[in-house]
Nanobody
Framework: QVQLVESGGGSVQAGGSLRLSCVAS????????MGWFRQAPGKEREFVGS???????NYADSVKGRFTISRDNAKNTVYLQMNSLKPEDTAVYYC??????????????WGQGTQVTVSS
C-alpha cells in the first residue's frame, strides 16, 4: 500500500496563491496516476484535478485556468499549484492514487489531507 503525505496548506487572502505537495512512498511512482480532491465542511468530497502517469491532466470546471497539477517523478511528488484563490476554494485537500478519474471511489490510497483557508 502506497502512503501519501500532503503539505503546503495554509491561510491566504482571496486572489492569493498556494502550492500543495503530495509525496508518495514506495516504488513505481512514475507509473502511478494521481488525483487531487477537496472536501469542505458539510459537503461531499469533490474532484479537483488529476494527472496520469503519461502527464495528461484533467481539471474540474471550477478550477480550470486557476489550478495546475504537475509531477516530479524523481521526487515521488505531485503538486497542485493554486492561483487566484477564492473563498469557495476553502476545504481540506487530499491527494490520492490508483486512478485519474473524477470519482473518489476509483482511487485506492489517500493522504491525510491539508487544510486550505481562503479569506475574503
Amino acid at each position: 500500500q502506497v502512503q501519501l503525505v500532503e503539505s503546503g496548506g495554509g491561510s491566504v487572502q482571496a486572489g492569493g496563491s498556494l502550492r500543495l505537495s503530495c509525496v508518495a512512498s514506495g516504488r513505481a511512482f512514475s507509473t502511478r496516476d494521481m488525483g487531487w480532491f477537496r472536501q469542505a465542511p458539510g459537503k461531499e468530497r469533490e474532484f479537483v484535478g488529476s494527472i496520469s502517469w503519461r502527464r495528461t491532466t484533467n481539471y474540474a470546471d471550477s478550477v480550470k485556468g486557476r489550478f495546475t497539477i504537475s509531477r516530479d517523478n524523481a521526487k515521488n511528488t505531485v503538486y497542485l499549484q493554486m492561483n487566484s484563490l477564492k473563498p469557495e476554494d476553502t476545504a481540506v485537500y487530499y491527494c490520492a492514487t490508483g486512478s485519474w478519474a473524477n470519482r473518489p471511489d476509483e482511487y485506492d490510497s489517500w493522504g491525510q489531507g491539508t487544510q486550505v483557508t481562503v479569506s475574503s
